[in-house]
């Protein structure tokens, strides 16, 4: 697993009054394995880059955790999993930490959304487990694993989502209490119950739809996935696209899907579409077969000194 550096140290001044042990809290649902429960590194922390402010952030990344590299617990059972309550979204005020708008990551930017109504995106879930079991969040609340929550980089802390595995259909409701993943292919980063609640545990990564929650609103429609369709024989499931560019003169996007296309990337589409009434055409490389693959390619366009490609599902 690539696990990257978490965030910059904010708010020193809270820091200074707040470094020492870590906690370690207790699995909060009967039939909780220990987090020390002995099993091989995880796939899923694949590209798993924390976020989060941890409880002694003074020391070495390296040595401010207690364990060197992620792992999970011994399987959760279903009925297990079926014990662990799903969290009700409920009207909660902004995180005092974790919310600075913009903040920066890694040479990477983000803002933080003003209200997650109407958020909805496409991408590939991760997760992470006992390496960051019982440590802080970005919004200073310990991180158990044995909950539903999730960690993103820009809805505002807390919030609340539903996260559908578009290649199963399983879904669960989540609270975001935490910031990342900074991987650059990577949309959310769902504890280690979440993953297993829809299946993208023991993959290790997921295709999935993130879909805000607004807590004022009856818990209808915005939280169900809608219905699959009925079953294709030989239906091909979700696809990973590349979009390397956007652009409003067809010119431009022909030319780029040619440097695309002359460094054999197969295949190089160029898609018409609309944006607030403009036409512009978007260059994507896709469908690719698999998220390491997408991972892969990524890198390789980067270093076309082309800019870095944003991840489509489709």
Not at 78 to 99: M, S
Not at 126 to 153: C, I, P, R, V, W
């Amino acid at each position: 697993m690539r696990w990257q550096l978490a965030l910059p140290v904010l708010m020193m001044a809270l820091l200074a009054g707040c470094g020492g042990g870590k906690t370690r809290p207790s699995p909060t649902h009967a039939g909780s394995p220990s987090s020390r429960g002995g099993s091989a590194s995880s796939p899923g922390g694949s590209g798993s880059a924390r976020g989060g402010i941890y409880d002694d952030t003074s020391r070495p990344q390296s040595s401010r955790y207690r364990d060197n590299s992620d792992s999970v617990p011994d399987a959760l059972p279903p009925e297990a999993i079926d014990k662990i309550p799903e969290p009700v979204p409920k009207v909660e005020p902004r995180a005092l930490y974790g919310n600075k708008s913009p903040y920066s990551v890694l040479g990477q930017s983000y803002n933080v959304l003003s209200n997650p109504s109407g958020y909805v995106e496409r991408g590939i879930a991760s997760f992470y487990g006992n390496k960051f079991h019982g440590y802080k969040t970005s919004s200073l609340e310990d991180y158990d694993m044995y909950q539903f929550t999730a960690a993103h980089k820009t809805l505002p802390l807390p919030s609340y989502a539903r996260v559908t595995n578009l290649e199963n259909g399983k879904s669960v409701i989540v609270r975001i209490n935490d910031r990342g993943p900074f991987h650059e292919n990577r949309l959310i980063d769902l504890s280690y119950a979440a993953a297993v609640k829809i299946g993208v545990w023991p993959k290790g990564t997921g295709l999935v739809e993130v879909r805000a929650i607004d807590p004022g609103q009856p818990l209808t429609a915005q939280t169900l996935p809608p219905p699959p369709p009925p079953p294709k024989p030989a239906s091909p499931g979700p696809g990973i696209f590349l979009q390397v560019g956007a652009f409003s003169d067809a010119g431009n996007a022909e030319r780029v899907a040619q440097q695309l296309r002359a460094a054999n990337f197969a295949p190089v589409q160029v898609v018409d579409a609309q944006i607030n009434g403009r036409n512009i055409r978007r260059v994507r490389v896709g469908p690719l077969a698999s998220v390491d693959q997408a991972d892969d390619v990524t890198s390789r366009i980067e270093n076309m000194g082309l800019p870095r490609p944003q991840v489509a599902v489709d």
